[in-house]
Structures are given as structure tokens and as C-alpha cells.
């Protein structure tokens, strides 16, 4: 399948919940750009206030009369004020520079200077105390210029004056520290609604896609079940499905929510550093060019690999269902290197994508972020040598720089959960693509008088391999008709034409006179009741086995079609009675009373038209004996097809048609047959021969 038409379908599924995702989606843009502000938030408080007493100050002998008028920030130490270049007003800033002299405090140490004069951020000085000073409060500090020495004045400024410096940014840094928290909390409660929106959505997507894939394999035909293992099927519903699960919640949210991540940090590396920006940006075609070839090779690994997880469920899957025959052939080590073979398989597929992973995502990912961590290390070095950059500006960058890697390497980390949606959703889709069995269009069908007829009828499963050939005979209402012959003459072919599971290749069987072929297969199923001779139970208590789904029939119906059948008696034997519940495949209950279950389903049921499959093959004779009365209620009034090899059973038949190599080479009562002394009598007289010598060839 086209991997487009892949995407296409998933998007089809998320159709009915796009408010819901877009509603998700837009929190989670919201949570993101909250979380990119506090590198933006930490380059404030660090420039404008934590290191803003770095900046010029200007002193004053006395304050200018119009900072007075206008309120302006400033700091008196002793006699003397200090206002700093950011508070003056900017229309006013050069003149009432000029009134006052430029200072500067830097700090050694833990200990600040407030320097008569001017000094470049990245000029080399040191600080001296002239002879005399006792207390150290007036200091010397020397700087190097153009290969002269230069001594300026400087007071060192106690821990008072150092606060009073710093008094007009503590409101400042506490809104802006309660402004990151307050972003924080806020991501947080946006992500955490997102992500239960998201989480809702797509459970509810894949309740629906298990659904429709579920509903959808009821409609198949059975030979697309004759051809595929049960394993394979499982896998699709609940592993397969499971794999898309995660591309709605995980992949979805992350590739969003990262993509949101990274083209708000590039916004943010263009605001501080532009020219960098555009230099980093050269590494950007290195990481799609990761992403192609990533996606290019472990899309075929992950095919492969869930090839081989569907193939050792199959295998498990048959084990379990056979254990007892595996363990009475002994064959548990043959099948333990089977599965070995599948695991084998399963294992390299993971090692494979192992080593693509190992190739092309985290390793690759970090060469990359350390080429561009030693880039931004070089290029701020240099700038910070001309006095160019800013510390805030450089930890801004720096932390955006490993914030941008972080999201790349999530992204890289789910595109192996998205190849194997991808692989998995191809499979679901395969199912899904499957044509069902066609009911539109076809004709209702009410209860039948049950005049069934065979009108030239000829069948192949594989082409031109036909295992009924010409058949024809009719089944007139109430009447019972025996199906005999020996294994593979076609006899269960004809039920099988008979339900709708398969189409005849030629010829045509009629209902009541009207082709079942343009009938509505499963309206026509509803009134044929099939006994199997190894009938399947569910798990459930027996009231349920016998309704089977159906609710219209009442307990007590229920307790009468037992009661005919003789089942009751050992149903009330059970703990609970008919509230009993079965184990899987009722394997805590005999072949005999699964087959009288099975009886008392198809007479609660009250079809038109019954089929026993070989019915009483896994009854002993006591039991036969006892429900050869129940048989005779059960198919009064429907037109009965019975197929038995144990011919004692079908003598009160009406009609009995046998067959050889999908041929009818007899037909007529058992009496008739008798005396025609053909095929049906050889078979009647080896079974009462080989039944007199103690053997039973059912």
C-alpha cells in the first residue's frame, strides 16, 4: 500500500475528533511557548538587574533638579548620588549624563569598587590600597592602556551601599522570578490537559478502529480465514492496533509539540545573535538528511519485524490450541525450533533496528550539537574579547542552543514508533481492504418453507479443481436428507454452499425458488441452524452457549430446547446449574455434552432449515440412543441436512444422496438404497460388520 494513502487513512480516522486534537494541539503550543519565555525571562534578570550594577553610573555632586521633579531612581553614598544609565529617562539621558561624571563599579571578588572613571569590560586591572589607608576604604585601581599604566580612584563600598545599589531591582527580580515560576506551573497545567485530551482521543480513535476491524471480520468471507492464521489476525487487532495507538498519542505530541519547540528557539536565536543564528542554521540540512535516510531504511526493517511478531503468535497460538496433540505426539521440541525460528527472525529484525538507531539518531544527533556548541563557544569567545555580548546573552544562547538538540533527539528517538505505526497501520488496512461478504442490495429473506434445491451445481476451491461436480437433487419443506460418502466426496462443500460461505462456479441452489445468491447472506443464515461434530463453546455460563448473543430467547426457552435435547438433566447437575460458567472450549464438559449444548442451541434458535455435520460422531451410542427422540422434535417442521459417516443414524432419513468424488451416484431412502445394492449397501454392510467386531468407523 502507498505510504501516502497510508497517512491519508490515519488522518481519516482523526477526522470526527479534530476539535478535540486541535484543542490539544493549541495547549500544547501554548505550554511550549510558555516554557521558551524563561530563557528570555533569565537573559533580563541577568542583564537589567543581577549584573545591572555593572553598568555606567553616573555621579552627582548634587541631584539635578529635574530628577528631583521627574522621581528618578538614584543612590546617595555619603555626600555624593549615583543614578544609573538605564533609569534616566531616554529623551533625557544625554543631557543629564553631561550634568554628572561617568563612574563604574566592578567587583573583585565578593568585594565591589566604585571607580572614578571609565574601564572596558574586558580590560585588565587590578585594585590597590595606597600607604595609609587603615580602613581600606579608598583604593587604587590600575589598568593597562596602550602599554601605559593608568591609576583611577576607587572606593570600596560596604555591604550597606552595596544593597542600596541593588534596592530598585529587588521588586524587578522577584516579579520576574515569580513570572518563570508562574510560567512553569502554567506549562505544566497545559500539558497536563493536553496530554488528556490527546490520551482521550486517541483511545477513542483506536476503540474505533479495533471496532470497525473487528465488525469487519465478521463479513469476511471464510476463505480469506481457510488462507490466513488466527495468530496473524490477533496481531492485527491488538498488537497492531496497539502501534497505532502510540502514533496518536506519542508521536503526534511529540513531533508537534518539538516542531513548536524548534521554531520558537531558531525565533529566539535570530533575536539575540542573528549573524550566529544564520550560521547555525547550516546544520539543519545535516539533520533532515538523518531523517530521510532513517526513515528510508527502517521502514523495511519494521515491516519485517512485525512479519515476525505476527508469525510467532501464530505459532503460540496453535500450540495452545493443540497442546494436548503436540503433547501426545511428543512433538514439543519441534515446535519449540519452530518458534525459535520465528523468534530468531523477530530478533534480528530488533538488532537491525538497533543499528539503524545507533547510526542515525542520538550518536549522529550529538556530533552535531557538540560541532555547534564549539561554534557558538568560538564565535562568543571572540565577541567577548570585543566586549560585544552580553553575559545574559550568552547563557540565553547557550541554553537554547541545548534546548534546540533536546527536541531533535526526542523527534529522532520517535521515528521508530512511527515506522512501526506506519508498518502496523499497512497491516490493519490490508484487513480492513479485504472485500466482505456483499449484503447491500440483496433480497430480505423471511422465514423459508425450506424447499431447498440443487440445480447443476459445481464448485472448486482452487480453480478448475472441482470437488462437487453437476449436483443436483431438492429437499422438499419438513423432509430430512442424508449426505453419505467417503471423506473428501463433498459432502461438507454442499453445507458450505449451502450457508453462503462459498459461491457455487456454476449451476445454482434456490430457497423457496429463489436464488440464495441474490440473498442477503447473513438474513439467510438466520434461519439455518448448524450443529458441527466438534461444536465450539464459549467462554460463559450455559445459559449463554445456548442463546449465543441472542437475547429475544428467553431463559425459560432456553431450559426447553435442553429439556428436548436430554441436556438438561446433567446442565442441573453442573455447580450453578445453568449459570455454570465454562471453561474456554467447555474443556471441563465431555464431546458428548458439548454436542447436546450444541443441540440446544440450534433448537433455541428455531431455524427453517438444520444442518447436522456429522452431529452424533462424538456421542456414544447410550447417548445416541437417548437423543435419536430429541433429533425427531428438533427437525420436525425444518428441512433437516444430515451428514454422518455413522449410517445407523440417518436410516429414518428421507431422502439420502450419496456422493463420490463431489459426484451423486445414489439417491433414495435407505430401504431403496439397500436394495439397489450399490455403494451405500457396501458401506452399510462394512460398518455392521466392523460395529459387530467392536470397532465404530465414525
Not at 380 to 403: C, D, M, N, P, T
Request: hydrophobic share 45%.
Amino acid at each position: 500500500m502507498n505510504g501516502q494513502r497510508v497517512w491519508r487513512r490515519l488522518v481519516g480516522y482523526a477526522k470526527p475528533f479534530q476539535r478535540r486534537i486541535w484543542l490539544a494541539l493549541l495547549l500544547l503550543i501554548l505550554s511550549t511557548g510558555a516554557e521558551l519565555a524563561g530563557p528570555f525571562l533569565a537573559k533580563a534578570a541577568i542583564d537589567n538587574h543581577i549584573l545591572g550594577i555593572q553598568r555606567r553610573w553616573y555621579h552627582y555632586d548634587s541631584l539635578p533638579p529635574s530628577a528631583l521633579e521627574q522621581g528618578i531612581n538614584h543612590v546617595q553614598i555619603n555626600d555624593f548620588y549615583l543614578i544609573r544609565e538605564d533609569w534616566l529617562p531616554q529623551d533625557q539621558r544625554q543631557g543629564l549624563a553631561a550634568l554628572g561624571r561617568e563612574n563604574r563599579i566592578l567587583p573583585q571578588g565578593t568585594t565591589y569598587y566604585l571607580v572614578d572613571g571609565t574601564i572596558a569590560s574586558n580590560q585588565e586591572y587590578t585594585v590597590a590600597s595606597p600607604a595609609g589607608d587603615a580602613d581600606g576604604r579608598n583604593a587604587v585601581l590600575v589598568t593597562g592602556r596602550g602599554g601605559e599604566e593608568e591609576r583611577l580612584a576607587a572606593v570600596r563600598l560596604s555591604r550597606r551601599e552595596v544593597m542600596q545599589l541593588y534596592a530598585y531591582d529587588v521588586a524587578p527580580l522577584l516579579w520576574i522570578s515569580g513570572g518563570y515560576a508562574a510560567l512553569i506551573f502554567l506549562s505544566a497545567a497545559l500539558q497536563y490537559f493536553q496530554l488528556l485530551s490527546l490520551q482521550t482521543t486517541a483511545q477513542r480513535i483506536i476503540q474505533s478502529m479495533r471496532m470497525e476491524i473487528f465488525t469487519h471480520l465478521q463479513k469476511l468471507p471464510i476463505a480469506f480465514f481457510d488462507r490466513t492464521p488466527v495468530g496473524q489476525l490477533v496481531s492485527r487487532v491488538s498488537n497492531d492496533t496497539e502501534a497505532v495507538r502510540e502514533l496518536y498519542v506519542s508521536v503526534l505530541a511529540t513531533f508537534v509539540q518539538n516542531g513548536v519547540f524548534l521554531f520558537g528557539i531558531l525565533i529566539a536565536l535570530f533575536l539575540l545573535q542573528p549573524a550566529l543564528a544564520l550560521g547555525f542554521c547550516l546544520i539543519l540540512p545535516f539533520i533532515i538528511a538523518l531523517v530521510v535516510l532513517y526513515r528510508r531504511y527502517s521502514s523495511r526493517a519494521f515491516a519485517v519485524i512485525r512479519s515476525r511478531l505476527a508469525e510467532m503468535n501464530t505459532t503460540v497460538n496453535e500450540m495452545i490450541q493443540n497442546m494436548a496433540i503436540v503433547q501426545a505426539f511428543r512433538r514439543e521440541e519441534s515446535a519449540a525450533e519452530e518458534f525459535a525460528r520465528h523468534n530468531q527472525g523477530y530478533f534480528q529484525g530488533r538488532m537491525r533496528e538497533n543499528v539503524l538507531e545507533a547510526y542515525f539518531l542520538r550518536p549522529a544527533v550529538d556530533v552535531l550539537y557538540y560541532l555547534a556548541l564549539t561554534l557558538v563557544i568560538w564565535y562568543f569567545g571572540a565577541a567577548s574579547l570585543r566586549g560585544s555580548v552580553s553575559f545574559g546573552v550568552l547563557y540565553a544562547f547557550i541554553l537554547y542552543i541545548e534546548r534546540f538538540f533536546e527536541p531533535i533527539n526526542m523527534i529522532m528517538s520517535r521515528l521508530s514508533q512511527l515506522q512501526q505505526a506506519a508498518a502496523s497501520a499497512e497491516r490493519v488496512f490490508e484487513v480492513l481492504d479485504t472485500p466482505a461478504v456483499e449484503e447491500t442490495g440483496k433480497l430480505p429473506v423471511p422465514r423459508p418453507q425450506g424447499r431447498v434445491v440443487f440445480e447443476n451445481v459445481w464448485f472448486a476451491y482452487h480453480e478448475e479443481q472441482y470437488v462437487l461436480k453437476n449436483v443436483s437433487f431438492a429437499a422438499e419443506p419438513g423432509q430430512t436428507v442424508a449426505l453419505v460418502g467417503h471423506t473428501g466426496s463433498g459432502k461438507s462443500s454442499i453445507m458450505n454452499l449451502l450457508l453462503g460461505f462459498y459461491g457455487p462456479n456454476r449451476g445454482r441452489i434456490t430457497v423457496d425458488g429463489t436464488d440464495i445468491q441474490s440473498m442477503a447472506p447473513g438474513e439467510l443464515r438466520k434461519h439455518i441452524g448448524l450443529v458441527l461434530q466438534d461444536p465450539y463453546l464459549f467462554s460463559g455460563d450455559v445459559s449463554f452457549n445456548i442463546r449465543l448473543y441472542n437475547e429475544a430467547i428467553s431463559d425459560e426457552a432456553v431450559r426447553r430446547a435442553a429439556e428436548a435435547v436430554k441436556a438438561d438433566e446433567f446442565i442441573r447437575r453442573l455447580p450453578g446449574g445453568y449459570s455454570h460458567v465454562i471453561a474456554e472450549r467447555g474443556s471441563t464438559l465431555s464431546s458428548g455434552q458439548r454436542q447436546l449444548l450444541s443441540f440446544a442451541r440450534a433448537l433455541a434458535a428455531d431455524p427453517a432449515i438444520l444442518i447436522l455435520d456429522e452431529a452424533t460422531a462424538s456421542i456414544d451410542s447410550e447417548t445416541e440412543s437417548a437423543i435419536r427422540e430429541a433429533l425427531h422434535v428438533l427437525s420436525q417442521g425444518r428441512t433437516t441436512f444430515m451428514i454422518a459417516h455413522r449410517l445407523s443414524t440417518i436410516q429414518h432419513a428421507d431422502l439420502i444422496v450419496v456422493l463420490s468424488r463431489g459426484e451423486i451416484v445414489e439417491r433414495g431412502t435407505h430401504e431403496e438404497l439397500m436394495k439397489q445394492g450399490g455403494l451405500y449397501q457396501k458401506m452399510y454392510q462394512l460398518q455392521q460388520g466392523q460395529q459387530a467386531g467392536g470397532v465404530d468407523v465414525s
